[in-house]
């Protein structure tokens, strides 16, 4: 059997400082050094790797599309070349990335496996060397066709995620779609959860500018704020967390009022709920019906991160804002649950 080919992107992030008299740093060639100092692998069930520093490290705060395209591309240059890939990238946008790639990397048909940690590889109980060995072996030897984020014996869906623990180990979590993979003393694949994509051949689609944001509800948030905040910059998209099953204060009118004239000018607003878990459904109660009479169409069960990218992506591909809408509400890349 030939042996299998995993390409490992170090993009920046805790997992490949080192310390340094200024805190912990990247440092180039530290990570491929130590690594192969690793016994593990040197055994033959580990794949061949070849690691690329990149040469800025992106803390994972100062992520932006446009470094979501550059990983992007360095998978697409590399792609006929292996049989899967692992990112490692700091977990504080680590979701975002996820989220973003897995619409950006169209035709996907081997795995790309998002890690990191929370405690740099250099230190005694480092998370590092668990999440970075099973990310490396599940991308070698299961060809999960998605991008996945593994993280604390779980792989999940990377469109799925989202940060739920600040210094956690078990620092994310999938909250509407079980792990696709669970690893301990054997390694459970959940086969029916993966989503495979019926074009064969990888794009890259490179998001472009569109004005996208995000809006959160609370207990007595202004008309006059929304307001401003929907007419600013003539925004393309905005996430809208609302409460429990998509809802919002009614007995602000003017609020409604605002929204739906910001619907009727062609702003695509999604309706995600402020609840880690469950489904948007606003039809349930009036105060989520007066959203879905505004203009508002749901967000279902995808995650903030995940609505997010789904904008960036549908708005770069230059499609009318009714086709925009009806894509919203359809499951591309498993995002959703309709």
Known sequence: MATKKVYIAYTGGTIGMMPSEKGFVPQEGFLEKTLASFPEFAHDQMPQITIHDYAEPIDSANMSPQDWHLIAKDIEKNYNDYDGFVVLHGTDTMAYTASALSFMLEGLQKPVIITGSQIPLTQLRTDARDNIINAIYLAAHYPIPEVCLFFHDHLHRGNRCTKTDADGFAAFS??????????????????????????????????????????????????????????????????????????APINNKPLIKAIKKACD?????????????????????????????????????????????????????????????????TSLRGELTP
Request: charged share 20%; with cysteine.
């Open 265 to 329: 000018k062609g702003m695509v607003i999604v309706n995600c709920t402020q609840c880690m878990q469950g489904c948007v459904q606003m039809e349930t109660y009036e105060t989520g019906k007066v959203l879905l009479d505004a203009g508002v169409i749901s967000g279902f069960d995808m995650t903030t991160e995940a609505a997010l990218a789904k904008l960036y992506y549908l708005f770069s591909r230059d499609l009318a804002v009714d086709l925009i809408r009806e894509k919203m509400v």
């Open 174 to 247: 999938s909250p509407n779609v079980p792990p696709i993979a669970s690893i301990g003393s054997k390694i459970k694949v959940r086969k029916h959860l993966i989503f495979k994509q019926h074009r064969a051949e990888l794009n890259v689609q490179q998001f472009s500018a569109p004005k996208i944001a995000i809006l959160t509800l609370f207990p007595g948030i202004s008309a006059e704020f929304v307001e401003d905040f929907l007419a600013q910059a003539n925004l393309d998209g905005v996430v809208l967390q609302s409460y429990g099953m998509g809802n």
